[in-house]
């Protein structure tokens, strides 16, 4: 099956940038939208960005907007989160997920169904 993997967190001044990937097992992540989340310690797990199959839709949280940048190359199995600016409230593990459509329409934690394993960011001085 699908397999999701993050890479790319780390420790951070504010801000500073980070560049998050997620990639998949097979090819067959091309096909799919991918969305980003991030869950900080006692919080719900909370979407932050999303791009559809073809890289030409995006969505952003209000919070990251003017921030962050999702993006995608095709071929590449690859999906990238630029996050500049970065401020302490953005410290979390950062999942990436497929809801197996081609478009996103929503950042809501129940549309996906395949999350990677989470990696770790955290902004501090």
């Known amino acids: 099956q699908l397999q999701l993997v993050e890479s790319g967190g780390g420790l951070v001044q504010p801000g500073g940038s980070l560049r998050l990937s997620c990639s998949a097992s097979?090819?067959?992540?091309?096909?799919?939208?991918i969305a980003w989340f991030r869950q900080a310690p006692g919080k719900e797990r909370e979407g932050v960005s999303c791009?559809?199959?073809?890289?030409?839709?995006?969505t952003y949280v209000d919070s990251v907007k003017g921030r962050f940048t999702i993006s995608r190359v095709n071929g590449k199995n690859t999906v990238y989160l630029q996050m500049n600016s970065l401020k302490p409230e953005d410290t979390a593990v950062y999942y990436c997920?497929?809801?197996?459509?081609?478009?996103?329409?929503?950042?809501?934690?129940?549309?996906?169904?395949?999350w990677g394993q989470g990696t770790q960011v955290t902004v501090s001085s």
């Open positions: 997920a497929t809801n197996f459509q081609t478009l996103c329409r929503s950042i809501g934690v129940n549309e996906y169904d395949r």
């Open positions: 097979v090819s067959t992540l091309d096909y799919y939208a």
């Open positions: 791009i559809s199959r073809s890289g030409s839709r995006t």
